[in-house]
């Protein structure tokens, strides 16, 4: 008896190609690209500089206006928030919130969330309700300033 064997990925989706700025942030892809991000300590020194901010008990979102057509995420998460492991968890949670209401945030938007000291990190409902509600409330102080 002789075994039969295939490529490893036989059966997997092929990607098609699509041209620059398809596929990405542009098309309302539930992506977190990195052109969503702030990565530069200069983007993030512009946030904190601008200091249009609104806060609750769980986060603290700081905005600024950008030159870009989309909303852009930074994170800010101290050790005086916990451990590696909850503020990996606090990271991960923020990010998830931001990446599924992306589309409903207002464009030309950099924000930074800082989780409070000694908050529990809470379920992610909670932050996304948190999230949407405090980015809201701070755009409205940034476009009325």
């Known amino acids: ?3 039969q064997t295939r490529p490893l990925f036989e059966n997997a989706p092929i990607r098609p190609l699509l041209p620059e700025g398809e596929g990405t942030i542009y098309s309302g892809s539930l992506g977190f690209p990195k052109s969503a991000r702030l990565r530069k300590s200069a983007e993030f ?3 904190f500089d601008a200091r249009r901010s609104a806060a609750d008990k769980l986060l603290i979102v700081l905005v600024r206006e950008n030159a870009l ?5 930074g994170l800010s998460v101290s ?4 451990n590696a492991v909850v503020r990996n968890r606090w990271k991960r ?4 919130a ?5 589309a409903g945030f207002p464009l030309n938007i950099d924000m930074v969330v800082i989780p409070q000291k000694g908050a529990a ?3 992610a409902q909670e932050l996304e309700a948190s999230l949407v509600r405090l980015v809201n409330r701070a755009t409205k ?3 009325n300033a």
């Open 69 to 73: 057509a989309f909303s852009r995420l």
């Open 98 to 102: 931001f990446r599924k209401n992306r």
């Open 79 to 82: 050790r005086k928030v916990g």
């Open 121 to 123: 990190p809470p379920s």
């Open 1 to 3: 008896m002789q075994i």
């Open 93 to 96: 949670l923020i990010r998830e």
């Open 45 to 47: 020194k512009a946030v």
């Open 141 to 143: 102080k940034l476009r």
